[in-house]
C-alpha cells in the first residue's frame, strides 16, 4: 500500500471512528458538568458491593400503639449505630418487623415476617426472612436478605435482635 492510499485509508477509518462516537452521543447521556447533578431520568452508574453482615443489639421500649411496639438502641457488628424497630405482635406466632439501621455513613432499612415460639413464655424468641428494601447515604441502593432472630420481653416491651445476611450497596 503507498502512502496516498496509507492516509486515505487513515482517513475513513478516522471518519467512521468519529461517525460511531457521534452516534453513541446521541445515544447516551451528556455527563454531567462538575460539581452538578445529572439532570432527572438520566441514568447514573453505580457500584455494587456486597457484604456479609451480622447486628445485634439490646433494644429499649420507646412507645407503642395497639399492636405495633417500636424499640431503639445500639447495635453492634458489621454495621455499627442505632436501630430502630417497629414490631407489630397481635398475640397471634406470627410477628412482622420494619427496622433501620443508622450508621455514620448512611441508614439501611427493611422489613421481616417471623414465627414468634413458646408465645406463653414472658421471653418468647422469634426467628424468621429479612429483607433489605433501602436506604440512604451510602445505603441508597441497598437490598439483600438474610434472617431476623430475636427474643421479646413481655414485661417492659424490651427486644434482644440479631440479624445475619447479605447486603448488597
Keep these: 500500500m503507498n502512502a496516498g492510499n496509507l492516509a486515505r485509508s487513515a482517513l475513513a477509518l478516522g ?26 431520568g438520566t441514568p447514573v452508574a453505580h457500584v455494587s458491593r456486597t457484604i456479609g453482615v451480622r447486628e445485634e443489639g439490646s433494644l429499649r421500649f420507646l412507645s407503642d400503639e395497639a399492636t405495633l411496639i417500636v ?17 407489630t405482635y397481635d398475640g397471634s406466632p406470627d410477628v412482622t418487623a420494619r427496622f433501620a439501621i443508622r450508621t455514620s455513613a448512611g441508614t439501611v432499612e427493611g422489613r421481616a415476617t417471623c414465627l414468634l415460639h413458646n408465645p406463653n413464655n414472658p421471653t418468647p424468641s422469634f426467628r424468621g426472612a429479612l429483607q433489605i428494601v433501602g436506604g440512604s447515604g451510602r445505603y441508597a441502593h441497598a437490598h439483600g436478605s438474610g434472617e431476623l432472630f430475636g427474643v421479646f420481653h413481655r414485661h417492659g416491651y424490651g427486644l434482644i435482635v440479631q440479624a445475619v ?3 448488597s450497596y
Excluded: C, N, W
Excluded at 29 to 38: E, F, I, R, T, V
Excluded at 71 to 87: I, K
Design 15 to 40: 471518519l467512521a471512528m468519529t461517525a460511531t462516537v457521534s452516534g453513541a452521543q446521541a445515544i447516551l447521556p451528556a455527563p454531567a458538568a462538575a460539581g452538578k447533578h445529572p439532570a432527572a
Design 71 to 87: 424499640d431503639e438502641g445500639p447495635l453492634s457488628g458489621t454495621l455499627p449505630g442505632r436501630g430502630r424497630v417497629y414490631f
Design 165 to 167: 445476611g447479605r447486603l
